[in-house]
């Protein structure tokens, strides 16, 4: 059974995609950056402050669905340089202290609205 999770405490989606969808228990979040939920506007000047908006919007999701940090399995980051890795790792460990879920890192030439980070997550009942 397939489920659409949306909430207003998180983006809007900016095309033709959703939030995030739940299946059998498996929910999947489209890649989030750094936006404000409420103005739509970018923020965050650096990458720490860009992870720690897209967490608390990946929060805001994951709670629609009734799950947490704690639920997600497969973490996807896409940053628009490399160089930003170490203090991206910074900002993200906070979230993720004990059985950090498995994660991939990309470069990605180009995100949405210039940001500096993008996280997508798979998350798992």
């Not at 970018?42 to 908006?53: E, K």
């Not at 399995?73 to 900002?91: E, H, I, P, Q, W």
């Not at 979230?95 to 798992?124: H, M, Q, W």
């Amino acid at each position: 059974m397939k489920r659409i999770i949306s909430t207003t405490k998180a983006p809007a989606a900016v095309g033709p995609y959703s939030q995030a969808v739940l299946v059998n228990g498996t929910l999947y979040i489209s890649c989030q950056i750094a936006i404000d939920p409420v103005t739509g506007m970018l923020c965050g000047d650096n990458v720490a402050a860009q992870t720690d908006l897209i967490m608390g919007n990946l929060q805001n999701i994951l709670k629609e669905a009734e799950l947490s940090l704690k639920d997600i399995v497969k973490v996807t980051v896409f940053l628009s340089d490399m160089n930003f890795f170490s203090d991206f790792n910074t900002a993200y460990k906070k979230y993720f202290s004990e059985e950090a879920p498995a994660r991939t890192c990309v470069g990605a030439n180009g995100l949405p609205k210039g940001a500096l980070v993008g996280i997508d997550v798979i998350a798992a009942k």
